[in-house]
């Protein structure tokens, strides 16, 4: 297990990290969450032992704090992969277990393993100078995995690649993570990603972790609005949950987990969708979106108070600026801030 107790990391007397603690369990993905400039590729350098930093960072107890980042036993993979380019597609994945003095039978046997996992089989002889970015990144993966890491530390491993490949990338991802039962912290600043992969999740905002927990817990209850903002959330109002259910202008919804009382009720975009029965408004604003259509709808004539919310609509609602629609509430969307 790791353990991260209060670590801070300081650049020119400027705090990039603070007072940070974190825990991961063995097998378990945890994604660091954060906009750019947060603080999460500070936090996983010094974690690697890549930073000097205040604080403790423990391994099943063992401070960490004397031991260089080759003898920590964690595996890294960067945005850009950074392989070996005089070496081909084996000689990178080899290199770690040729370090730990791997005879070669069993180092073939381990690369061959490792490319069968990340799905590029029968790769052993290419150049790495030849590979596609995503390739590339699987291969960067494999050579991390190779020594059998006790940690995975992956920093923003998938946004150097197009969005299509980004998410088909994660899926797999997802499944090469629980097929060798990794332990990982994964730094992304990419909501969905962190949903498709993570376990648990912390977000970190100038440095500082603002919420950490269950990924279903943090989506649903943001800590702040600022938090939920950051997680999706593009309008808040009041709400009042009873019974387990919670009321707003824009209608109810079961949410069993939710604290009773007045609650402020954050909506991402689709929360709100166009449908027969609902909130009506006027749209102003369309965009087209790969497999729905957002809108901008303003509700100030239904909902005192409110000027526009997002919402979707489906791509055969065909909706244009000026139309009047009505808005239903979708759960799936909501959040309790707070
Ligand atoms: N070597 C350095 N020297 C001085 N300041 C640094 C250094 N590395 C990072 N910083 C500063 O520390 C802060 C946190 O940077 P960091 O790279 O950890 O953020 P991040 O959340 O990973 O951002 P991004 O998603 O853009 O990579 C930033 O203000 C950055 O400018």
Known sequence: MLTVDRVTVTYDRT???RDASLEIADGEVLALLGPSGSGKSTLLRAIAGLESATGAVRWDGDDLAGVPVHRRGFGLVFQDGQLFPHRDVAGNIAFGPRMQGMPAGDRDRRVAELLELVGLAGYERRPVTELSGGEAQRVALARALAPRPRLLLLDEPLSGLDAELRESLALDLVGVLRRAKATTLLVTHDQEEAFTLADRLAVLDDGRIRQSGDVIDV???????????????????PG????????????????PWARVGTVTVGLRPHALRV???GVPGEVVARAR??????????VSESVPGM????????MADAVQPGDEVRLALDPGGMAIVG
């Open 275 to 277: 449908a027969s029965t």
């Open 289 to 298: 979106r790969r497999d729905h259509t957002r809108v901008t709808v303003d």
């Open 219 to 237: 989506w649903r209850a943001p800590v702040d609005e600022r938090v939920a903002r950051f997680l999706g959330v593009t309008a808040v109002l």
């Open 15 to 17: 705090p990039a990290v």
């Open 240 to 255: 009042e949950v009873t019974d387990g259910r919670v009321s707003c202008a824009f209608g109810s919804a079961e949410v």
């Open 307 to 314: 000027s526009t919310v997002d919402a979707v609509a489906t």
